[in-house]
Every structure is written in structure tokens, then in C-alpha cells.
């Protein structure tokens, strides 16, 4: 029996493990492999049976794996981050999760006979999205930012609000369910031990991390077992209180001022992985297939008042106010699907709740597992056509994560946001992380490879990762990491392997993406550069100044970095580029030596005095232009002076003429006019000698 037990954790463990990879490889929601595999282990093949292999050891296993996942989910619940994350996010996780509440409790009292006490719990129970299925959906379809950031903040928060809404509800119904206590009492000593008792051990807890009491090796150790302790104090003290201290005690160190839960979180979250992916598997084996198929088409229709009118009616109502566009809270209301975590309680609440005698708890466990696999079957295959038809799509991918946030890697992101160029700048270095945040530089502090930069790191515009830090060790995890999440052809590094010993230890692949800047870039050289006065240009790459002109201005010794088309496209530099071919009309980005500024100062001068000669030159062309000018206006003057003079001659001559032709006719009409009167004498004198003849 020992050995079959044995056999069955060591079984589980292996296929937890393979079930992530599976979602991993896969870009799935890992909870549909571990669904699939827990209802072929235990229905399907009946190779599973947790209540068999593990008797009276299977609640306290859930038990105390539930309260983990709570105290894991709490700690992520900053209330300063619902404000800095928008107004519709903020009234998603408030004012949307009542309304979602509001319509699913009432759908399953009425279209499931639920008594109102358990449709109450189990619509606390389905308010939960979270991370884990949220992300691998959004990086599949990937909307536009503003979207993917609303979902993805919406399931962080929602998860411990949701958590801490379901263990209120049950803590009500478990104190009312027993007929032997006093419900005013027993409610409020849960609320009293809950509340005050997770406030606190938080507030404790705090102190001891604030004061460094525990040394760096215990601290998340001893975190997990005060918790632990805390749990079943609380549960000592009144019957079911712990989940609600845990879950309080999660949130008051998340809001606790000077308390750094980073190392905490990344421990706990990779004990959550492992803690989800068993238990999910556990809880699958559970089902019953037949208790699921007897849901019926209430079942069926519970699910529909989920996707197709509680979802909308959220997203609508909270997005009053808001500057979403109607296409964007459609296909928000089309993106819930519920998570691990829902299952993870209800499984637990209906084990306790069945302990009670409470009628009806069975059939919480397979009504939820019924809106999971509904919820995120139908939305991974739906959403990205779905985004299509709506037009909410983000286009390529153009923004950088930077792992290394020295010097240089800040300047460079400086240049790359004043082209309107997202950028994220990772690394362990809390003062480099500081320097940045003083910068106004969008940051990440730990390790980018991790579960929790994966939840928590935005890498919705993030399209390519440049691996520039000094972790030798850290840097090919951080590769390998997001060549699978990105592509290998959207990674690159520097070439840090200095030594050929470290190059026999690295991978060919990994070797063959150490070829950011050029093959001779380094981190040490780069370094160099900055420590010695390096600085970053921007030039503008044009037909009249060309590659072979920013050589001629700034040396071999300067270094391209990255260019930007006139589309707004980012272009990496590395060795395969061919940089006398760099297309013009581009912003090019380059790392600039003390050597390179020399020149380009030189260079400078030369320009200047080729400028100042040019000018010189222009000015004497303008006054030999002038000059040349002012000559033909005076020949053009003389010209017209002669023209005018020559005008004035022949207007004489003409008079002259017109004077002298008057005289002339005047002579010879004074001629004809003597002889006309002449000849007029003469014939008057013949008339009057011819008269006395005839007389006579």
C-alpha cells in the first residue's frame, strides 16, 4: 500500500510536470492538459482514485494547498496598482465582479434547483478569471494593448478579490449550516479571528521581513510556515476561519510599506505551480462523469448566462466613463475564462460543505469544472477570429525588452521612447532598476525568465528581446526563454563568451544569437565606450547622406544599433545586417566612442570652413552676378536712350518733311490758282472784245 501510494505521488508529479510543458509548448492554458489528464487518470482509465490512494490524508492535502494558493494569490493584490492600472480595470474587479455575481447566483437557483445559500457560493466561485489563463490567451490572439493590459490586470487582481469574496460566503454558509452554534456569533468570531487575526500575523510578519530577522536563506521558509501555522491556528480557533486569515494576511503584506515580498512571490509561485498542477490532476480524477452529464442542459444554460449575459452586462456597466470603444468592450465581454483557482476551492468547499450534510455540494465540483472547460475551450478557439472581425488586433510587435538596465541599455531606451518605441528595461540590479525609474523608463525588477515576469511583465507590445547584461550564467535562461515565447529569430545577445572554454560549454543555437551589434560587440566593450564618454546619435539616413557618409563623419569605430523605417518598423543591427545597404529614409541609432565624436568635431570643422568657402564663393558669385546685372541695366539704359534719341530723328525728319510737303502744296496751289485766275483774265477779255463786233 505504502509503494502504491508512493508510485501515485511520484505519478503525479511526473505528469504535473509534463502536463506545464505540454501548455507551455503547446501556448495553451495549462489547465486544459491537466484537466485532460486528471480525467483520463481517474473516469476515464480509473488508474486514479485520490479518496482510495490516500484516505483521511486527501482534505488536509487540499486543505493545505488551497490555503497556499489563497496566501500566494493575496500577496498580489497591491490596492495602489488597481489605481494605476485605469478606471476600467479598477471597476472590473469592484462594480463588474458584484454584477457577475449578481447573475450567476440567480441563474443557478433557478435553472439547477440550487438552494440560494450554494448559488450564492458558487457564483463567488466562478467571479475568478486569473493569470494563468488569461495570459497564454492573450499572447495567442493578441489584441491591442490597451486591451491585453485591461484582461491581464483584471485577472491578477480579481483572483484574490474573487478568493476572498468565495471564503466569505462559505464562511457564512458553513456557520448557518450548523445547527448547534449561534450564527451571530460564529459568524463574527470567524470575521473577528479572519480579519484581525490576518491583519495581524501580516503586520507581524511585515516587521520581522522589514527588520531582516530572519536571515536571507529562512525568509521564505519561514514565511510558508508561519503561514501554515497561522492557517491551522486559525482553524483550532474557529471551525473553516484560516483560508480567510491566510487571504488577509496575503493582502496586508502586499499593502505593507517597506516590506520587499519579491522573493517571497517567485518562491511561492513556483511552490504554486507545482501545488496547482497536483492538485488540479487530483481534483480531476475526482469527477464524476456522470455527475456532470446529469447537469443537464441546466448546466449547459448556466454556462450561457455566464459567457453571454453576465460577462456583457459587466463589461458594458463598468465601462461607463471609460474611453473604450464599442468594439473593445465586445470583445471584452467575450474574454472571461475561469481558472485553476475556482477549482481548487470549490473542490475543497464542497468537501467540507458534504461533511456538514449540506444538501446539494456535490454537484458544486462538476458545475465549475463545466464552466472552466466551457469557458476556456470555447474562448481560446473563438477570441482571435473574434478580434479579427472587430478590428482590435494589435499590428506587429515593435517594442523591446532590454535585459540589463546599465548605463547604456538606459540611454538606448530613452532614444527608442522619444520615437514613440515601447521598452522595457529588466534586471536584478536594484540600483540600475531605481536609476531607470527616475528616468521615467518602463522597468522590471528580477529575473525576466521567471512565472512571475510571465504574469506580471507586460509583453503586449514587446515584439524583440536584446539579452545585454553581465550575467553570464543568467543570460542564456533568458535566451532560451523568450526564442520560445517569441521565436529565435526575435532574440538576440551580446557576444560575452569571451574565453573558448565558455564557448564549448554554450550551444550552437544559443551561440548563433550572440550577434547583436556585430560579432566584435560585447558587453565589456560597450561598457568601455560608455564609462570613457560614449554617448547614443540619431541620423538621419537620406539619399544625400548615406551610409558611407555617417563612415566619412564618424569613423569605424562608431557602432549602429537600431534603425527605424519610415513605417515606424524596428530594425535590430547585428553581424547578418549589411550596413552598406541600410535602406535610406530610416532613423539610425548608434553608440558613438570619444573616438567617433573626435572625428565627427573635426569632421565638423571641415564642414564648417567647406561651408564658410562655400558661402564665400556664393558671395562673390552674388556680386559678380550683381554687378554683371547692374552693367546690362545701364547698356539696356544707353540702348534705350539711343533708341529714344533715334525715335526723336525720325519724328523730326518726318515733321520736316510733312512741313515741306505743306509749303510745296501750298506754292502749287497758289500757282494753279494764278493761272486759273490768269486764264480766267483772259477769258473775260476775249468775252468783252467779242461783244462790240456784234453790236455793230
Known amino acids: 500500500m505504502v509503494e502504491h501510494i508512493t508510485g501515485m505521488l511520484a505519478l503525479i508529479g511526473v505528469l504535473s510536470l509534463l502536463c506545464q510543458w505540454v501548455g507551455w509548448k503547446l501556448k495553451l492554458p495549462a489547465i486544459l492538459p491537466l484537466l485532460l489528464c486528471g480525467l483520463l487518470l481517474g473516469p476515464g482509465l480509473d488508474i486514479l482514485d485520490p479518496d482510495a490512494v490516500f484516505g483521511d490524508l486527501l482534505f488536509p492535502i ?145 516587521v520581522c521581513l522589514r527588520r531582516n530577522v530572519f536571515p536571507h536563506y529562512l525568509k521564505n521558509t519561514a514565511v510558508l510556515t508561519i503561514m501554515l501555522g497561522v492557517f491551522v491556528g486559525s482553524n483550532i480557533l474557529q471551525e473553516e476561519a484560516g483560508l480567510l486569515t491566510v487571504t488577509v494576511m496575503g493582502i496586508w503584506l502586499a499593502n505593507m510599506r517597506g516590506v520587499d515580498i519579491a ?115 470555447i474562448q481560446s478557439l473563438t477570441a482571435g477570429t473574434w478580434a479579427n472581425i472587430l478590428g482590435v488586433k494589435q499590428g506587429s510587435a515593435q517594442g523591446l525588452l532590454i535585459f540589463g538596465a546599465s548605463k547604456f ?52 507590445c514587446i515584439g524583440r528581446v536584446l539579452i545585454m547584461s553581465p550575467y553570464r550564467q543568467l543570460n542564456p535562461l533568458v535566451s532560451f526563454h523568450y526564442q520560445d515565447l517569441l521565436g529565435s529569430e526575435k532574440v538576440y545577445g551580446l557576444n560575452n563568451a569571451e574565453s573558448s572554454s565558455a564557448r564549448h560549454q554554450l550551444s550552437e543555437s544559443y551561440l548563433q544569437r550572440l550577434n547583436l551589434f556585430g560579432t566584435n560587440v560585447s558587453y565589456a566593450k560597450i561598457a568601455s565606450i560608455m564609462a570613457k564618454g560614449g554617448t547614443l546619435k540619431v541620423n538621419n539616413i537620406t539619399e544625400s547622406f548615406n551610409y558611407q557618409s555617417f563612415i566619412e563623419r564618424y569613423g569605424e569605430t562608431a557602432i549602429p544599433l537600431i534603425y527605424i523605417t519610415k513605417d515606424k518598423q524596428v530594425r535590430v543591427i547585428t553581424s547578418r545586417v549589411i550596413l552598406e545597404e541600410l535602406p535610406v529614409g530610416i532613423e539610425l541609432i548608434s553608440l558613438l566612442p570619444q573616438e567617433a565624436q573626435q572625428q565627427a568635431e573635426v569632421q565638423r570643422q571641415k564642414d564648417e570652413q567647406r561651408l564658410q568657402q562655400q558661402k564665400l564663393d556664393a558671395e562673390k558669385q552674388a556680386e559678380f552676378i550683381t554687378k554683371e546685372r547692374e552693367f546690362k541695366h545701364a547698356l539696356d539704359a544707353q540702348q534705350r536712350a539711343i533708341d529714344k534719341a533715334y525715335r526723336k530723328q525720325q519724328e523730326l525728319a518726318a515733321f520736316e518733311e510733312q512741313q515741306l510737303q505743306e509749303v510745296l502744296d501750298e506754292e502749287r496751289n497758289a500757282l494753279i490758282h494764278k493761272e486759273r485766275h490768269e486764264k480766267n483774265v483772259e477769258i473775260t477779255q476775249v468775252l468783252h472784245n467779242k461783244k462790240p463786233r456784234k453790236e455793230e
Open 409 to 460: 541599455s538606459r540611454e538606448l531606451a530613452k532614444q527608442l521612447q522619444d520615437k514613440n518605441i515601447p521598452v522595457i528595461l529588466a534586471d536584478n540590479n536594484w540600483d540600475s532598476i531605481r536609476q531607470a525609474r527616475m528616468e521615467n523608463i518602463q522597468v522590471y525588477f528580477g529575473n525576466p525568465a521567471s512565472d512571475h515576469a510571465d504574469t506580471y511583465m507586460d509583453l503586449t
Open 62 to 206: 487540499i486543505s493545505l494547498g488551497v490555503a497556499v494558493i489563497l496566501f500566494e494569490g493575496a500577496l498580489t493584490l497591491n490596492f495602489k496598482e488597481i489605481n494605476e492600472h485605469g478606471r476600467m480595470v479598477t471597476h472590473l474587479v469592484s462594480i463588474g465582479a458584484f454584477i457577475t455575481w449578481l447573475c450567476i447566483a440567480p441563474a443557478a437557483h433557478y435553472l439547477l434547483g440550487f438552494d440560494w445559500p450554494l448559488a450564492c457560493l458558487f457564483g463567488a466561485l466562478v467571479v475568478v478569471t486569473g493569470p494563468t489563463v488569461i495570459v497564454p490567451m492573450l499572447r495567442t490572439v493578441q489584441p491591442s494593448a490597451k486591451l491585453a493590459s485591461i484582461l491581464r490586470w483584471e485577472g491578477i487582481v480579481i483572483d484574490p478579490i474573487g478568493a476572498l469574496l468565495a471564503v466569505l460566503v462559505y464562511e457564512y454558509i458553513a456557520v448557518t449550516a450548523d445547527p448547534t452554534t449561534h450564527v451571530l456569533y460564529a459568524l463574527g468570531l470567524t470575521l473577528a479571528i479572519g480579519l484581525g487575526g490576518g491583519a495581524l500575523a501580516g503586520y507581524l510578519v511585515g
Open 263 to 377: 522573493d517571497i512571490l517567485e518562491f511561492k509561485e513556483t511552490l504554486t505551480v507545482l501545488l496547482i498542477s497536483a492538485l488540479f490532476i487530483l481534483l480531476a480524477a475526482r469527477l464524476d462523469s456522470s455527475a456532470m452529464l446529469d447537469l443537464g442542459w441546466g448546466g449547459i444554460l448556466v454556462l450561457i448566462v455566464v459567457m453571454f449575459i453576465a460577462r456583457p452586462l459587466s463589461i458594458w456597466i463598468s465601462g461607463i466613463g471609460t474611453s473604450l470603444t464599442s468594439a473593445d468592450k465586445w470583445f471584452l465581454s467575450w474574454v472571461a475564462p475561469r481558472g485553476i483557482v475556482a477549482a481548487a476551492i470549490s473542490s475543497l468547499f464542497a468537501i467540507k460543505l458534504e461533511a456538514l450534510g449540506f444538501n446539494g455540494a456535490s454537484s458544486i465540483v462538476p458545475l465549475v469544472f463545466m464552466i472552466i472547460i466551457g469557458t476556456v475551450v
